[in-house]
């Protein structure tokens, strides 16, 4: 089961501080982008060019900031890519380590078959509209959870209050509205 | 190459934690965002004012280098964007980071929900311009700026006290929370149903 929230948050915060201690602080949805550019371009080569002073894009969003999402793209063994897949691998091991999930768990999360039933269709659609959802609004945002909830409150960004306004307004509404049926442990 | 290493071990430090605290975990993400199990909560609220006291006292100590904070722009998107987000992040159970988490633990759902993801960060892509053009991503409240003025920071700040024992302030009030929430806000069902609100 879950960690004692005082030893998980200790060892999280730790985790945030190493982070902007050694390099920067935690992002993950760029990545999307990232993933998205560098699909993009093994379809159509067109989309990232490099150019003299750096790389550019045909997508205004790749090539804002002087071309430093293109740059990613052209350029997918750097940090904050390799970050987010090295994640994949902490979790994977966490979990391996741990024992692994459940078949059940696996497909349908407990909390939600007590509220919608067993079906895996169901479930699966509701995940894909939410991450549809979820990434076009942190990159509305310019940031996630990781981005700009914790790593932005952590630096007291004004950017970090007003995002975790948005999402936990949003949020909690929405989660009362879907789960009234409750599970035990 | 330091920094791919560094890139690996932070990353994988912060899955496995992100697994070990029951972030990539839609059932207490739920029971989070529900009112019913604020463990979670209290996990990341403590998480951040950790964070926030290392950091800043690290800084007033000359041992963590001031130019690697990076603050991001205040605009009327980070709030559109954020209740776009956090509808998902209750629908779906996972937000960016715990659903490549989820997905490599070996949940099939969180893979949609990447799948999902990856189009609607494409959306964005091609949708840029437009929000671009509307004026909701011009900087509002001063743009990228801290509560306080960091010493030391290339950023501007909202008011004029101290950035980093402010930060330190409000580390030690965001502990005081995780302390002080209960684990429950709702009331507790009677039977198997929860009483309507």
């Known amino acids: ?185 | 190459m330091t920094s791919l290493i560094l890139a690996l071990v932070i990353g994988a430090a912060f899955g496995a934690v992100l697994d070990r605290v029951g972030a990539s975990n839609p059932d207490l993400i739920g029971k989070m965002l529900n009112l019913t199990n604020l463990n979670l909560a209290k996990t990341i609220i403590l998480a951040i004012g950790v964070g926030s006291i290392l950091m800043f006292g690290g800084q007033m100590l000359g041992l963590v280098d001031v130019g690697h904070m990076s603050v991001k722009s205040a605009y009327i998107g980070v709030i559109l964007g954020g209740v776009l987000l956090g509808a998902g992040w209750a629908a779906a159970g996972y937000c960016p980071g715990t659903g490549v988490v989820a997905a490599a633990s070996g949940r099939k759902d969180a893979l949609f929900f990447i799948a999902g993801g990856l189009l609607g960060a494409a959306a964005y892509m091609v949708t840029y311009p437009m929000w671009e053009a509307s004026g909701l991503l011009d900087p509002v409240l001063g743009g990228s700026v801290t509560l306080g003025k960091v010493p030391g920071s290339e950023y501007d700040a909202l008011t004029g006290l101290p950035g980093d024992i402010l930060g330190i302030c409000i580390g030690l009030a965001f502990v005081a929370v995780a302390f002080a929430l209960p684990e429950r806000l709702v009331a507790t069902p009677s039977g198997r149903q929860q009483p309507a609100e």
């Open chain 1, 1 to 185: 089961m879950a960690l004692n929230w005082k030893t998980g948050g200790l060892l999280l915060g730790l985790v945030f501080f190493a982070a902007v201690l050694l390099v920067k602080p935690i992002g993950v949805s760029t990545q999307f982008v990232i993933l998205d550019g560098i699909i993009g371009d093994a379809v159509n080569a067109d989309l990232v060019t490099q150019t003299e002073d750096g790389y550019a894009s045909t997508n205004a969003y790749l090539d804002k900031s002087g071309g430093k999402y293109a740059k990613s793209v052209a350029n997918p063994l750097n940090y904050s890519f390799v970050f987010v897949l090295a994640m994949a691998l902490g979790g994977f091991l966490s979990v391996w380590a741990r024992g692994g999930l459940t078949r059940a768990e696996r497909s349908v999360p407990a909390l939600w078959r007590a509220n919608f039933g067993e079906s895996p269709a169901k479930r699966y659609a509701a995940a894909f509209v939410g991450g549809f959802v979820v990434l076009y609004g942190a990159r509305l945002a310019g940031g996630c959870t990781s981005g700009h909830m914790m790593s932005g409150m952590m630096q007291t960004a004004v950017s970090g209050y007003l995002f975790a306004l948005g999402a936990f307004g949003a949020a909690v509404p929405v989660a009362l509205m879907m789960y009234k049926k409750e599970v035990s442990a």
